[in-house]
């Protein structure tokens, strides 16, 4: 029991320091204004288990938009659905 508190706490952990800083995670309506949100925009990003290894990936402004948002709800999620024990 005890491990699986450890485990769970951890990985709420890992998922909370994965995430950009606020301010770059959820860009309001404001920063977007003159912006084209159909221009595709890439990225480098780096491969889960390597130091090295790196993937582009391209999508529209909106879909960075749309999945920069996923990604704060879920950890937020995950931070709040913490297993506590009795």
Same mark, same amino acid.
């Given at each position: ?41 890439? &990225?480098? /990003?780096?491969?889960?288990? #390597? +130091?090295?290894? *790196? ?5 529209? &402004?909106? /879909?960075?938009?749309?999945? #920069? +948002?996923?990604? *704060? ?14």
């Amino acid at each position: 029991m005890k491990r699986l508190i450890l485990v769970a706490t951890m990985l709420a952990a890992s998922a909370a320091f994965a995430q950009p800083p606020a301010r770059h995670s959820a860009p309001d309506a404001g920063a977007n204004a003159g912006l084209d949100m159909s221009e595709m925009v890439c &990225r480098s /990003q780096s491969t889960v288990g #390597s +130091r090295l290894t *790196r993937q582009r990936v391209c999508a529209t &402004r909106q /879909q960075w938009l749309e999945q #920069s +948002r996923a990604d *704060r709800l879920y950890t937020e999620k995950a931070q709040t659905n913490r297993i506590w024990p009795q």
